[in-house]
């Protein structure tokens, strides 16, 4: 039962300079079906347009950034809405109420000079009708005891709690409207082991109590193993490999994924790993056929110019490669 | 034969913390000592307020330490005061920083950062600083043709990250103090950085001081490994005895919270998480006596020695 879907997505940062525009290509034909109560995670290099792609997924496209092709469709009350078509008033309906988002580094979300109370208010005060403040407290402290923390943090500042403890803040304040989508962008990224965990553990909590679909994006591939029930690579803007969890990690096909996962070192293996070599491509100027091909060493001629096409070649498995398939993208 | 370039011993860090009213110790860095050899990788690893990172900047002498000793070569550097000596301790211990996007200032061109190394520290004059300069990007992976002329902002982190060792490495150092070196970069580009550890290490003897907090690249790159935990060294060992049979109940949380790569190994134990940093380093006796699952009466009252057991040092009571 797909619950989010894309179709041909295309996302750029217009830049104009001197009147020369410049195209960041950043989410460049991205085709996603996301499954009711599933997590789906999108792995991937920093500047590959991961960001970009879940910033369209949630709606906030303001220039530079500009849908060039392609839309978004939630499914609301079992009919797909192209979102870009709604009114404004109608999309900061559905935003925390129907999906929301989890931003990278906690310390920007709170207000660092108000109470974390004041933040839970502010966000409530704008999608229910509430007067007095006893009425916001007790619902606030159910879903923190709900999700095992303290209450005692409402009464802090921000800068009081560790990073770990601001971050799962955060996600009491994404999931308190019980949204059905939660979209994570590098929740975990900046803490520690051990907080990290704690991090996760609350988000896998709340998605059994709440049974909501989660889209986490993250480039720990330990993470996602972890978490992820379906895994999207994301190569320069494009999904280049989507599959389950195991069977990617088991059976990566793409020569970039393989990198990806062969690279990870492991306690108890001390043999010698190698990164993808190179670096990864500028998305103003990426390279003209498959965007992966200067750094592949199986690259083959028609890789330089054509592009290769995301397609199923086993159940469930796409890829995008001349190695496993001919066609290509028109 | 010794053959230990840098020992630490009861290394001591004591912060004030609180105002004029409530004034409150909080030691930081509680008696910690260690010793790191001759072309050995030495990984200090523990959670974001565990002290490792103070440990680091005394070593460096970023901060003064408060008590113990600090031993370079036999010589100890504890309270150098004199300008030459330091120059010659800082010529031979090189540190990389965290971040590549805040260790270089981003108005100038990278290359001046390995110029300026190669002038301040008189490795080169004239014409043989580009030589210099050359030979250590080269043990990057790296050509001057490649770096000359640019800005940081057009690099990678994976690469600026190593222009940042190539930095180090320019005044031939015996010891890199790496602080979080890989934290910052892509998980893709990460080994490439550990990589050159391993080869600095078997082709030029230089010894490492890898602080992380990242247990699978500390088991790929070190030979020993001491695990912080608020201030206190409470495991240390060969790196495979300590994370493949961990003994100290803080090292197998550590362990078990790391999310392996590997999709067949999910987490299916829940952990505890602590209470905030400042209250677990003012607790009395064991700082871990909070979360531990196997905690006694003992714990909570007495500080804890250093037992030993087999060839590692555990600070915990179940091994009296």
């Given amino acids: ?330 | 034969m010794k053959n230990d370039i840098l020992k630490v011993n009861n290394l001591t860090k004591i912060f004030r913390i609180g105002n004029i009213f409530s004034r409150q110790r909080l030691v930081a860095v509680d008696k910690v000592s260690f010793e790191i050899n001759q072309a050995e990788v030495f990984t200090l690893a523990g959670e974001s307020g565990s002290g490792k990172t103070t440990v680091s900047r005394m070593i460096l002498g970023f901060i003064e330490a408060s008590g113990g000793e600090i031993i370079y070569k036999g010589k100890s550097i504890t309270n150098i005061k004199n300008r030459k000596e330091r120059m010659e301790f800082m010529k031979d211990v090189q540190a990389i920083f965290q971040n590549p996007f805040e260790t270089f200032n981003p108005l100038r061109k990278v290359e001046n950062y390995l110029y300026e190394t190669a002038k301040n520290y008189e490795m080169a004059q004239g014409k043989e600083m580009d030589e210099v300069v050359r030979e250590a990007l080269d043990a990057v992976g790296l050509q001057l043709e490649d770096v000359r002329g640019k800005y940081p902002s057009e690099f990678s982190g994976g690469q600026l990250q190593r222009i940042s060792v190539a930095r180090a490495l320019i005044t031939k150092p015996s010891l890199l103090v790496a602080d979080e070196p890989v934290s910052m970069v892509d998980a893709s580009l990460r080994m490439s950085i550990v990589n050159l550890f391993r080869k600095l290490k078997e082709e030029h003897k230089v010894s490492v001081l890898y602080i992380t907090h990242d247990l699978a690249t500390a088991y790929y790159v070190s030979d020993k490994i001491a695990i912080m935990f608020r201030g206190n060294v409470v495991e240390m060992g060969n790196v495979e005895s300590v994370l493949l049979d961990p003994k100290h109940p803080y090292t197998m949380m550590l362990k078990e919270s790391m999310a392996e790569a590997d999709p067949k190994k999910k987490w299916n134990k829940r952990i505890e998480l602590g209470l905030t940093e400042r209250e677990e380093y003012l607790m009395k006796g064991c700082k871990f006596a909070g979360r531990c699952p196997n905690v006694m009466a003992i714990c909570r009252e007495n500080e804890v020695p250093d037992f030993k057991l087999d060839d590692r040092i555990v600070k915990c009571f179940l091994y009296k």
């Fill in chain 1, 1 to 330: 039962m797909t619950i989010l879907k894309t179709d041909k997505l295309k996302s750029y940062y217009i830049l104009e300079t001197l009147g020369k525009k410049q195209y960041v290509k950043a989410v460049d034909g991205v085709e996603m079906d996301i499954k009711e109560n599933e997590i789906y995670g999108i792995a991937g290099e920093s500047g590959c347009g991961k960001t970009t792609l879940i910033k369209t997924l949630f709606g906030m496209v303001e220039p530079p950034l500009t849908i060039v092709e392609g839309t978004v469709y939630y499914k609301i009350n079992e009919k797909f809405i192209n979102i870009f078509s709604l009114e404004k008033k109608d999309m900061r309906k559905i935003r925390w109420e129907y999906i929301s988002y989890i931003p990278q580094g906690s310390m920007s979300v709170l207000n660092p000079v108000t109470k974390i109370i004041h933040s839970f208010e502010d966000f409530l005060k704008a999608h229910k009708k509430i007067k007095s403040k006893e009425e916001i407290r007790k619902p606030v402290e159910e879903h923190l005891m709900a999700l095992g923390l303290p209450t005692k943090v409402l009464d802090s500042y921000p800068h009081q709690l560790s990073g770990g403890m601001r971050q799962r803040v955060t996600v009491a304040l994404a999931t308190i409207m019980q949204p059905k989508i939660i979209i994570a962008d590098e929740p975990t990224t900046a803490l520690d082991v051990v907080m990290q965990r704690g991090v996760i553990q609350l988000l896998k909590d709340i998605q059994s109590k709440q049974k909501n679909t989660i889209i986490i994006v993250t480039h720990d591939m330990g993470i996602h193993a972890n978490v992820a029930d379906r895994i999207g690579i994301m190569y320069a803007g494009k999904i280049i490999e989507e599959a389950d969890t195991l069977e990617i990690f088991e059976n990566p096909l793409h020569p970039y994924t393989k990198y990806l996962i062969g690279s990870l070192p492991q306690i108890g293996d001390k043999s010698y790993r190698i990164s993808a070599p190179g670096t990864p491509p500028s998305l103003m100027n990426p390279p003209k056929g498959c965007r992966f091909y200067p750094r592949c060493e199986r690259a083959m001629k028609e890789c330089i110019e054509k592009i290769p096409k995301l397609i199923e070649i086993r159940p469930n498995h796409k890829v995008a490669c001349f190695l496993y398939s001919e066609e290509m993208e028109e």
